[in-house]
């Protein structure tokens, strides 16, 4: 069974985007792994005058693409996630709080926040500089 609506269908755009936020994919990631552009991404989950509808070969790369990942992530759902390491920044700053850490902001775990908030975050501890190292 098909993991997309025909791309003919007026569901498309929204069961695309719906799908890629699920599986919490970036437009850029998604593209990188269908090979296609994030533009083309883009346009396919507008749901305004700017939209476009993939060609057949697009559309099927995608439904299978997705597919995968889908089954991935439901497997992946099974079994325990892999411990998780604090960026260093965060757990310098952490240490060097005079306070408990308080959450990020309302709803957000510090595993899914971006980049930008861990340092928002290390910098409201206390932090003076904080360093990014990949």
């Not at 069961?15 to 991404?41: F, P």
């Not at 990942?69 to 099974?78: I, K, N, Q, W, Y």
């Amino acid at each position: 069974m098909p993991v997309l609506p025909d791309f003919e269908s007026a569901e498309f755009a929204p069961a695309l985007k719906a799908i890629r936020k699920q599986l919490q994919l970036s437009r850029t990631a998604l593209a990188a792994q269908v090979g296609l552009s994030t533009a083309a991404i883009q346009r396919y989950e507008a749901q305004d005058g700017s939209n476009i509808k993939p060609s057949r070969e697009a559309y099927e790369r995608l439904s299978k693409v997705l597919a995968t990942l889908l089954a991935d992530s439901a497997s992946a759902a099974v079994s325990p996630p892999p411990p998780v390491t604090p960026p260093v920044a965060v757990a310098v700053a952490a240490a060097t709080a005079a306070e408990p850490a308080a959450p990020l902001a309302a709803g957000i775990l510090l595993a899914d926040a971006t980049l930008e908030q861990l340092i928002a975050r290390a910098k409201a501890m206390g932090a003076k500089k904080v360093t990014v190292e990949f």
